[in-house]
């Protein structure tokens, strides 16, 4: 198990929530709206970013009395932290405010880490949902700083969109040299919920998996699946196809997607060894599998019930017709003999 940490939650210094916050002046006698410069109310979205909470770090406001405070409460959540192996930091949620903001925290937290003989691993987790945005490249294209990116506003988008944002930006990463783990901390959907529907939850999960993240969660309810019975199904089916293929060794493949019927799909292979195409909702898909030259086997996993089929062998051939066997979250594992 893996956790991730955001230390600094965006949403609790803003409206409602920053008037319980005990960083607000009026909550506590530790200093007063003079010295910090921080205001008693902040009714905007963070968006808007119009708390001066966010600018104390030297290279802005240099505010070293509200900044003491600060760093007194980040070296107290790693008076717990550090005492375990399995934790990765990310400095905020959804944000949109100056870079600075993160790479002062995230370089503090690794010499915090360093003076206790541990390594530690950061990101930032920007706001927009393109990952082509100015803001994601400040964690994408610093390595230095950061060991991790964090891609999970991508999984408000759907579809097509959702998945050739993701590998874009993959693809860009390791032409640069700085292809990184790309996490999933949430993935959005419920109905009846504030984002998305449970089935673009589940599709996004799902392509996740096959684009190559390195990890990928349901976010909590409303907003997300959380671990109900539908999350579940889903987590264990992946699992069971990471039993059955070497998704470490995949990439994705659609171009090996010659045309379909009715059907939206998405392909990730080691072609000529393994192939694995996901539909959405059922349907026809025609394969590329010229590399394969001694035939093979096709096998389906019903995601949502976590069941496989029986598997049925073809010849080698320049393509291969693949069809669901009914509507629904279907994946298909072709391997080659």
Sequence with gaps: IIVQIEVWATFDFYRNFWNINPFNPKNNRNYDTTVTKLKTSVPTHPTLRGNPFFWSVPQHDNNARLLSFQQRFVDKLLSYSLRHDNILYCMDNETTVTSDWGKFWAEYIRMKALM?????????????????????????????????????Q????????HWNNGITQMKR?????????????????????????????????????????????????????????????????????????NVYRGKPENELILGTENAEAYCMASPGKEYVVYFPKGGTAYLNIYDILNGGSVEWLDVLNSKWSGKKKFRSGNSLDITCPTEGHWIAVIKAE
């Excluded at 640069?176 to 959907?189: A, E, F, I, Q, T």
């Excluded at 998305?196 to 993240?213: S, Y």
């Design 173 to 245: 990463l390791e032409k640069l040299g700085y292809l990184r783990p790309l996490n999933n901390v949430k993935v959005y959907g419920n109905d009846g919920g504030r984002h998305k529907t449970t089935r673009q939850a589940t599709e996004a999960f799902i392509r996740n998996v096959l684009m190559g993240c390195a990890s990928t969660r349901f976010h909590r309810p409303t907003s997300g699946q959380g671990l109900n019975e539908r999350a579940r199904a889903v987590i264990r089916s992946m699992r069971e196809l990471s039993d059955k293929v």
């Design 154 to 161: 991508n999984n408000h988008n759907t579809g097509a969109i």
């Design 116 to 152: 206790e003989d541990k390594e530690v691993l950061c990101t930032e987790m920007w706001d927009a949902w393109d990952l082509s945005h100015p803001q994601h490249y400040e964690t994408m294209d610093h390595p230095e700083t950061y060991a991790f990116i964090d891609i999970s």
